[in-house]
């Protein structure tokens, strides 16, 4: 399971968001790891990742925080 933070924006515009992941495995045992994704503008450089594609500004995940 995951839980998404209601996000921080950034003082460049971009938005932070922190997800808290929970995972079981086969055996019961639990382990726990968060992650910050930086959510912005889709530039050329960004990776392909849409966030709302039909939207006029193309917005896409451009980072990963482990």
Do not use: M
């Not at 790891?33 to 392909?48: A, D, Y």
């Amino acid at each position: 399971s995951y839980q998404i933070s209601d996000g921080e924006k950034q003082l460049d515009g971009t938005w932070k968001f922190t997800i808290k992941f929970h995972y079981t495995d086969s055996t019961k045992a639990s382990y726990f790891s968060t992650s910050n994704i930086l959510v912005g503008p889709k530039k050329e450089s960004n990776p392909q990742l849409p966030i709302y594609p039909n939207a006029e500004q193309k917005w896409c995940v451009i980072g990963i925080e482990h």
